[in-house]
């Protein structure tokens, strides 16, 4: 089997964790495998890089913060192929641009184009496990970039993709994608397998293993994802296509997401184009918005209503005023929670999200706001009552048993 | 004027200090130059490195240090680069691969075989400062190599020789050449101006500003060096090719050396050949031999003296002990040091060495070994007497006035 393993920063937060992870990698090449494993930067590294940066400049070239960041990666790649070579594994190290990553030129979000697989191939037919300093690729212009917070994921999954591995492995210092947040609900249960599109919904969602574009990727790709704790030997789980003959199950799990806060734009004048330009507005600032509610006009004016990061609401306030002349009004709310019921089964099934409500109603949990997909129901209420809502939900589809 | 710079890893040692080289750069830009700028990790950091590899292993492979000593250079380009953009000033990093530096496969002490310089030469042409991490270049394998210890300043002097530069200026915590070291004998001076010559010989003897690849490569692509301090205004040294109608000067500096252990090697059969067998085995052993002289053989053996540096005399007695058939004995002493007189004028002038021996004498320093070249006599004497010898020779030759 060809494995690509991918290990984060708490993992490799330290020699004695850098030691660990060498032990398990040599125990997977003792197991017959071949193997590729992608490393982040010692935990506090980047950080203590970007404080560096900061230091001199509120906002740091982007291509110099490349060149800066890049380098936490290669340390620990360096390393932990130095520790794999003492224990007598035949292990080399590469930068990123050494095992082929190219990428366009957007400097510390870069997208990764292709990969030219020749050294990995090389390296991998002459028997080598192969460390790769994750994050990172080279430019057309040969200049180092980086991928992004949760880079690493992107090269892993990427690189499984291009060699067509069995399967990708995320290590972190979480055994799993459970059916929600064991600190809310003891009773959370680790699933053994998920599909991607469920997956993609729940990190969304708040309940991280992997970020949105690495799991985008693994989906297009078709590379089978492994969640598992480098600090335990649990079995973690799959993320893979949806299998048409497994036991239906119509909801998978409850994710909670604390970062929100609701902004209601009163009285909007309606016409052609006005939310257009408040939503392009945002988006000029950099402002996220996640969900977006407008129901349909009454009287010539409408109601529009939306969520940002909690962080981002000053910024999104200071916009939305300068809408005044074609609106009566705003109204925001920073404590706010958004709770998502998540299953692929309820693309087929109706009365889910009934359900859901049902629910919230017999504990008096007012709902703000409701948006709905194929595959997940997502409700904003007050976050106070977020854990209780998680937990009634986590009971109504007796994800417990 | 196109000016390389190369500040070592005092100068670059913490936040402040970048921004206090940053503001050096920016003045030197101010002033109409075309800059590159070389530079070494932060100070500590290629240890804090080291001894995390040796956590590891004691041996860890070659081409991984590399990957992981090559980093710190990079994070201090970066930041440099960083600051000067903040300051006004159109900066961009390189790493020694971007900067086109191309090495042979010697990892960790790699030599420079070419530069290409395509980019930087457009980078200049547009009217950038370079700053590029030193160190460190690139294979033919592709894969990142690094110079050895001083080898930045490697850096600096292949970059001025490949740009055609005016000057290498080479920044450290020292202002400058002096006659002799100033802790021992106050009233030395420093140099305006030293030859590539006399440097190397009081570097290699040392008095350490630059290593001597590094002088070598300036005497051989005849790059004018100025030795300067980042931590003042003063005006430094040059060094550069002797001129011809500078007023003749005989001696220019006094080295001390106390790194020093002498070796006899007593009655060694006079064959053919011996005396190589005995080299080549402490060459094999990685031992450094400084001075060897040999007398003409009287009775059919002569004495073998050399000297190598203190620390490695325990492995020199036993290559040594391995050819008792060969030698009736063999005497050993680490409390010794070399006390060396340097100036080009010495290739014309006699009576220079003769005049140090009479100092000598004068009080009452014994002299162990001699040896001699154009520009140098060097002394083996008793370590004990260092410092009195120092300040003999330095005023026997009025250096201080």
């Known amino acids: 089997m060809l494995i690509v393993q991918k290990y984060g920063g708490t993992s490799v937060g330290g020699l004695d964790r850098i030691e660990n992870v060498a032990n398990r990698v040599a125990q997977a090449r003792k197991a017959g495998n071949d193997l590729v494993v992608v490393v982040s930067a010692m935990s506090g590294e980047t950080n203590k890089l970007i404080s560096y940066a900061e230091h001199f400049s509120k906002t740091p070239a982007k291509a110099e913060m490349d060149m800066l960041l890049s380098s936490g990666e290669r340390v620990t790649a360096a390393l932990l192929a130095i520790a794999l070579q003492e224990m007598g594994v035949d292990a080399v190290a590469m930068t990123g641009r050494q095992a082929g990553i190219k990428t366009d030129n957007n400097h510390t979000y870069a997208r990764i184009e292709s990969i030219d697989t020749t050294a990995m191939d090389s390296a991998l037919e002459s028997g080598k496990v192969i460390i790769v300093a994750g994050f990172q690729g080279i430019n057309d212009e040969n200049r180092v970039t980086t991928l992004g917070r949760g880079g690493s994921d992107l090269s892993a999954v990427a690189i499984a993709g291009a060699l067509k591995a069995d399967a990708c492995e995320i290590y972190s210092d979480v055994d799993g994608v459970y059916t929600t947040d064991p600190r809310i609900e003891p009773k959370a249960q680790k699933m053994d397998f998920i599909s991607y599109d469920e997956m993609l919904e729940l990190a969304s969602l708040g309940a991280k ?8 990727l ?10 598992k704790s480098s600090f335990s030997d649990a079995e973690g789980t799959v993320i893979a296509k949806e299998i048409e003959e497994m036991e239906e199950v119509l ?19 309606d016409r052609p184009g006005i939310a257009a330009e408040i939503f392009t507005m945002l988006a000029d600032e950099q402002i996220n918005i996640d969900m977006i509610i407008q129901n349909a006009s009454a009287d010539g004016t409408t109601n529009l209503g939306f969520t940002v990061p909690e962080s981002e609401i000053e910024r999104a306030k200071k916009v939305i005023s300068e809408f005044d002349h074609d609106i009566s009004g705003m109204d925001f709310d920073s404590n706010v929670c958004k709770v998502s019921v998540v299953g692929v089964g309820m693309k087929s099934h109706s009365g889910v999200a009934a359900k859901a409500f049902s629910a919230m109603a017999r504990n008096n949990i007012n709902i703000d706001m409701i948006s709905t997909s194929e595959i997940k129901v997502s409700m904003i209420i007050n976050a106070d009552y977020g854990e209780l809502a998680v937990r009634t939900l986590h009971a109504t589809y007796e994800l417990d048993k």
Chains 1, 2 share one sequence.
């Open 251 to 269: 909801v998978s799990g409850i994710a909670l997401d604390r970062n929100q806060a609701r902004v209601t734009v009163r009285g909007v004048v």
């Open 209 to 216: 293993v992997l970020q949105n574009r690495s799991e985008e």
């Open 218 to 227: 693994a989906k297009k790709l078709g590379v089978k994802i492994v969640a």
